[in-house]
Structure formats: C-alpha cells, structure tokens
C-alpha cells in the first residue's frame, strides 16, 4: 500500500503533467493557427498560454499506461513498447477531444475546433489526421520532454514543488473565473480571437 507521501508526490507530479501538457498544447495550436491566419491567435479558451483539454487528457492517459507497467518494470524507460502507447494515446485522446467539443458547446456555447473540411470528421468533433497527430506527438513528449520535465522537478525540494504548485493552481482558478466571465459577456469578441462556428 503507497505511504501517504508517496500518494502527494504523485498528485504532484500528476499535476505538473497537467501544466506541462496543458502548456504544450497551447505552443502547438497556437502556433498552427496564427501561421495559418497569418497573424498571432492566442488558442484556447483561457487568457493564460495552457489549454486544458491536453492537460486532463494527458492526465488520464498516463493513469491508464501507469496501470500496465508492471511494478518490476518500473524503471525501464521502454517497458511498454512504443507502438502500444501510440495506440493507447490515440484512443483516449480521441475520445477526450469527442467529450471535450460536446462539454465546451453544450455548456458554454463555444466551439474552440471544427474539423468540418478533414476527412472521415464527425460532426467536425474529431477526424484521423488530428487524432494521429495527437498520438505521434504524445508519443514523442512520453519518451523525450515528459521524463526531462520529471528529472528537473524531482530536483526541486519537496516545499518547492508544494509552494511553486500552490502558485500554478491559484493562477489557473484567477485565469479560469476570468475567462469564464468574459466569455458569457463578451462572446462575439472571443470569436473574432480565434474561436470558430461549427460548419
């Protein structure tokens, strides 16, 4: 049975993983979208430069491969193959993004992605090309950023994982209320910032 402070490193090393995939989506779309239009779109529902929805799924996706890693397997940094992962990540990324588009639009009547012009789309929720672009990158960060982002805060001391996730999840509930007002009273101007109409 896992010692109480084991169980706290891990939610923290959980949320990190949240912040750190959260911040990684945000690089990623945003970047895709402000080369597209041609000029800078800060992608995401959020003022702050995180988008959530990777964060939670990378989350959960790392519970579920956590749970196939035998407890011997640990510390081989290849005890699950690559191409299980790949597979393990797409699956669940897919159904994240499906459950993420209907919770954003049925809640608060935004609809942050259309993938109405990809092929195979449904509903322009989800489609292959971006459920394996998901996959092959969260395969990437697995086994590059995540375990260099692991090394550098097991480095930090316990108190200052504490203090400095204290200060990441106050920010996040300022940004998250701040966002939230503005987009039920400001609607018509977060479309214009990036977030599109459902074809």
């Known amino acids: 049975m896992a010692s109480k402070e084991k169980i706290k490193y891990e939610l923290r090393m959980y949320f990190f993983l949240f912040m750190l995939y959260s911040l990684i989506g945000w690089i990623y779309e945003t ?18 430069p995180y988008i959530p929805i990777y964060g939670f799924g990378a ?5 579920v491969i956590s749970k196939f890693i035998v407890e011997s397997d640990e510390n081989n940094k290849f005890s699950m193959r690559p191409l299980k992962i790949f597979i393990l990540i797409l699956v669940l990324s897919t159904v994240a993004e499906l459950i993420g588009s209907y919770i954003m639009e049925y809640s608060l009547g935004i609809i942050l992605w259309d993938y109405t012009d990809e092929w195979m789309n449904f509903q322009g929720r989800i489609s292959p090309k971006t459920s394996f672009i998901f996959a092959a990158g969260g395969t990437a960060v697995y086994y590059t950023i995540q375990p260099l982002g692991k090394k550098i805060i097991d480095k930090v001391s316990i108190k200052g994982q504490k203090i400095f996730a204290s200060f990441l999840l106050i920010l996040i509930l300022i940004d998250f209320s701040a966002s939230l007002v503005t987009t039920i ?9 990036g977030i599109m109409e459902r074809k």
């Open 31 to 48: 970047i895709l979208f402000s080369v597209e239009e041609g000029y800078f779109i800060n992608r995401g529902f959020n003022f702050g």
């Open 59 to 63: 989350v959960i996706i790392m519970i």
């Open 185 to 193: 009273w400001f609607s018509d101007s977060i479309k214009k910032a």
